[in-house]
């Protein structure tokens, strides 16, 4: 596996390979980093990770100081997976002085864009840049991102983008907590109170089978988590149901897919 | 020369061609076009020119429905001029239901932008789409379009765009006006009129040699045209005198270059 820090290198680094999958990460690789590497490693010929704490997609107050960064262990983690080229931009030259371009992907970030004002702004612009940086043939993303996908996929066909967006289930903990690199932020006794949080949206989905509100239903079953949103959202012909809860300082997404493909 | 209209046509006439030269036009093609045409002719293995009168950078209450269009003179043109592929999208493909992803380079369109809110917002994401559909090596711009260019090169810059941005010198009749597809709006008389804009602008850059204000001298000699601005720009190495102004109906733009490269 081959790293590389700058634009420049990494071009050079692809040269001229073609069918290329782009597992872009903030690092602080997991078991849901993995199926993402593991997909693409399946599916293409030439496989690129990135590892870039995007600051523009934190809002003021979030965690981009303390967000968890280990290079080492994600590089080993990647070389393992099968990664051809791990691109670990610097700050510096993904926002030089002077940037001023932003993409705009409006009315999809639902729930989680009003939680996060600017975020998903900031996602759709750094995931511009890598495609552009690495042009991929297919990009891969987790299912707990679920908004994240929406926004990407509305942008890759409203920009014309010649690239498959590839969406890889919600890999679960046993306990049946999402994969999150936020995860390392719980105390034992946080993370247990977390867990109402996939289990209200288990208790959702079961209303929902049976012709009641997945929403009243999860939303009774939080067991005293403080709620940010719970809500259906419909992206083409998947309704999933999303929630984001509060646990001590951490902040938690999931969702399960009511009805639909994946 | 091919001509396509959707962009399966388009990317399919490319094929592998690669060193290619784009030359983005609302149509209507003047000297000032046939000028980027041949540049892009004289450096690029393969030429694509394309004619689409852009909805999304017209204001309410602008010219979007009585812009000038000719297409079968366009494809004469375009064709004596050694164009590979003519790409004439639809706006129904471009900016197809549920279109919602826009490009914004803040900062950068100074006072055209502040005359026309959402402009250069249009400019920049139809760029985008057109960049993203054709790959080209390089694009070609007429210096008239001085504030285009800034944003274009902005956003080529912030989005780590493998393109170069080439500009051609502002072509003028002989009477010195700039060639524009608005010209065609100008009555005699208007016209008449209408040459006061270069001239001012020559006064302006006249002023400047001299040390004295170059805004003032050019306010000085518009000869009671109505005046949208006159303003000094500076981009990198380059400070430019630009003014906008109208005559009758008709909005006109013009530049000088008072220091730099081009």
Chains 1, 2 share one sequence.
Request: charged fraction near 25%; charge should be negative; proline fraction near 5%.
């Amino acid at each position: 596996m081959k790293t590389s820090r700058t634009i420049a290198e990494t071009r050079s680094a692809i040269g001229s390979a073609d069918d290329i999958g782009l597992v872009p990460t903030m690092g602080a690789l997991h078991a849901g980093h993995l199926a993402l590497l593991e997909a693409a490693r399946d599916e293409c010929e030439f496989v690129v990770a990135t590892i870039f704490v995007n600051p523009a997609q934190f809002g003021p107050g979030e965690d981009y100081e303390r967000y968890p960064r280990d290079e080492e262990a994600d590089a080993e983690a990647a070389a393992q997976a099968g990664v051809d080229l791990l691109f670990v931009p610097a700050v510096e030259e993904m926002y030089p002085e002077g940037f001023r371009t932003w993409v705009e992907v409006d009315d999809t970030g639902g729930h989680e864009a009003e939680a996060r004002p600017g975020h998903f702004r900031g996602v759709a612009t750094i995931c511009l840049k890598l495609f552009n940086v690495i042009r991929p043939t297919r990009a891969y993303f987790g299912q707990k991102d679920a908004r994240q996908i929406a926004v990407i996929r509305q942008l890759v066909r409203d920009l014309n983008l010649d690239l498959e967006i590839r969406v890889v289930p919600t890999v679960r903990d046993p306990d049946g907590l999402a994969v999150s690199s936020r995860n390392a932020y719980l105390s034992p006794s946080e993370r247990e109170q977390a867990l109402a949080l996939p289990r209200a949206l288990a208790a959702g989905a079961a209303a929902y089978r049976q012709g009641k509100s997945a929403v009243e239903a999860a939303r009774a079953s939080m067991n005293g988590l403080q709620v940010d949103y719970i809500a259906e959202e419909i992206d083409g012909e998947e309704r999933m149901l999303e929630a984001a809860v509060r646990v001590g300082r951490t902040r938690l997404i999931d969702n399960v897919i009511l009805e639909g493909d994946s």
